[in-house]
């Protein structure tokens, strides 16, 4: 099996890490909100703001992605890379 890595500076995880614990936070205040039976409205607008989050983050690695290993790849001349993309890219639509 070919394992792949991305190798990340320290601030990059650190950054990425810290996201990830804000999303889950939302999640952990969500879920109290529904043990609390919370409005619907309120619980939707939170779902809301954690799925922009998501999609954020997201949007951040992708672009690492794109820049660093796509762009390594294709120097490479390893141009299956594009098929990847494009996958992704139809996952995000």
């Known amino acids: 099996m070919n394992e792949r890595k991305t190798y990340r500076t320290e601030e990059e995880k650190r950054s990425i890490t810290n996201r990830l614990n804000r999303i889950e936070g939302q999640i952990r205040g969500i879920n109290r909100m529904i043990l609390e039976d919370r409005y619907c409205d309120e619980i939707l607008i939170q779902l809301s703001a954690i799925d922009k ?4 983050l997201a949007n951040c690695i992708l672009e ?30």
């Open 64 to 93: 690492k992605h794109m820049k660093s290993c796509v762009k390594e790849n294709i120097i490479k001349g390893n141009e299956s890379v594009l098929d990847e993309i494009v996958d992704l890219f139809k996952r995000f639509q």
């Open 53 to 56: 989050s998501i999609k954020s």
